[in-house]
C-alpha cells in the first residue's frame, strides 16, 4: 500500500476517533436538557429499552449525517483539486465507490457505538428521580424571590 494512502486512513481514523468524543459530548448534553422529558417519557409507559433505542437513533441520524457530508465534501474537494490545480500534471480523478460506501456504514457504527454509554445513562435513573432533580422549589412570596419559576411559566413568562 502506498505510504501516503495509509497516513491519509490514519488521519481519518484520528477524525473519526475525534467525531466520537463530539458525538458522545453532544448525547450527554442532550440528554442532561431533556431530564424532564426522558422523565416523562417514562411516567407515561415507556420503557427503558425505548429510551435507549431513541438515543441510539439519534446518534445514528448524527453519525450518518457526519459521514454523507465528509464524503460529500471530500468527493468534491477531489474534484476541484483534480480539475482545476492538477489538470496540465495528467492526473485523473478514480472515485473509489466502494471504499466511501464502506466508510459511510463505518460512520453509521461509529454513531452507534458513540451512543452506547449516554443511552444506557438515559435509560437507568428512574422517572421520579428525574422529575425531581429538574423541579425547582417555589419561593415564599415574601421571601424576597419574587415569583417562582413555576409560576413564571404558568403564567406564560418563560418560553
Not at 465528509?70 to 485523473?92: N, P, Q
Not at 460512520?107 to 432533580?133: D, E, N, V, Y
Not at 421571601?143 to 409560576?151: M, Y
Amino acid at each position: 500500500m502506498n505510504k501516503f494512502l495509509l497516513l491519509v486512513y490514519v488521519l481519518l481514523a484520528l477524525s473519526v476517533i475525534v467525531s466520537l468524543f463530539g458525538i458522545v459530548n453532544t448525547l450527554v448534553l442532550s440528554i442532561y436538557e431533556r431530564t424532564h422529558e426522558l422523565g416523562m417519557m417514562r411516567a407515561i409507559g415507556a420503557s427503558r429499552r425505548q429510551i435507549r433505542q431513541m438515543i441510539r437513533y439519534e446518534s445514528l441520524i448524527t453519525g450518518l449525517i457526519g459521514g454523507v457530508l465528509g464524503l460529500v465534501i471530500g468527493v468534491v474537494g477531489a474534484v476541484l483539486v483534480t480539475t482545476f490545480a492538477l489538470s496540465g500534471s495528467g492526473y485523473v480523478i478514480s472515485i473509489p465507490v466502494g471504499t466511501l460506501v464502506i466508510l459511510l456504514i463505518a460512520s453509521a457504527f461509529a454513531g452507534l457505538l458513540a451512543a452506547q454509554l449516554p443511552a444506557r445513562r438515559a435509560a437507568s435513573s428512574t422517572c421520579w428521580a428525574r422529575w425531581r432533580a429538574n423541579r425547582r422549589a417555589p419561593t415564599p412570596r415574601g421571601a424576597g424571590g419574587g415569583e417562582s419559576h413555576l409560576d413564571l411559566q404558568a403564567a406564560g413568562g418563560l418560553g
